[in-house]
């Protein structure tokens, strides 16, 4: 059997697994939440795994389940256990991106939107989330800059990545929050997830490694591949 059936079915469980989720959300059904939300990520490394993805994209995905289970407790301790899990995980996604072009302008406008978010948040934190917030902040807004550099579906995933936990952050600092603000959470979540899986299986032609050393020295043949 080839590895497009097993990883379409992957694909469609975890879409369903993401629809029940959001659906229990909507319907405001906590049990249905406690159920869905911590099998997203395993179905989705499931799926990424049968299509030949790195170790380093499925322990990103994994970490991002353990994330996913302390989140459903209440209190700091889950939260910042939550969060360390989740900043594990970036650090396994720039690892995974290594040294792919980037644009210097995308880049200052993701460190005017982390400078920004941080010092608006600050003051409405607890006084011991602030400084474990703004160095997860800054993790996360590297991913998303640094996803940008494998094309158009891992840089729209690091950006909703980025809006998902900033949700998460205004719910913390006690900002106004949209109807179901997990709903949003969870569907813009969900959707990074998966975007970023599909960026990494797939990149863009463009995307390009930064060359170093003696290859990055233009030969007769133009450009080293990556």
């Not at 209440?74 to 792919?100: I, N, Q």
């Amino acid at each position: 059997m080839s590895r497009g059936r097993p990883a379409g079915l992957l694909g469609a469980a975890f879409a369903a697994a993401l629809t029940a989720d959001l659906l229990a959300l909507l319907a405001g059904s906590g049990t249905g939440h406690l159920v869905a939300k911590p099998l997203l990520m395993p179905l989705l490394a499931a799926y990424a795994a049968v299509r030949g993805a790195p170790r380093t994209l499925l322990a990103a995905l994994l970490l991002g389940w353990g994330g996913d289970v302390c989140l459903l407790s209440d209190g700091e301790g889950a939260f910042l256990a939550g969060m360390g899990s989740f900043a594990a995980g970036h650090v396994c996604y720039l690892l995974l991106f290594g040294r792919v072009r980037t644009s210097p302008a995308l880049g200052a406008c993701y460190a005017a939107v982390l400078v920004a978010v941080v010092a608006l948040l600050w003051p409405g934190l607890p006084a011991g989330l602030r400084v474990p917030v703004a160095g997860y902040a800054l993790l996360l807004t590297a991913t998303a800059y640094r996803a940008s550099g494998l094309g158009p579906a891992a840089g729209a995933g690091g950006a909703l990545f980025l809006l998902s936990d900033t949700l998460i952050a205004a719910g913390v600092a006690a900002w106004p929050q949209p109807p179901v603000p997990d709903f949003w959470i969870m569907l813009t979540y969900g959707a990074a997830q998966y975007l970023l899986v599909t960026g990494v299986l797939t990149p863009s032609n463009a995307a390009r490694p930064l060359p170093t050393g003696p290859a990055a020295v233009p030969s007769r043949r133009g450009r080293p591949r990556s």
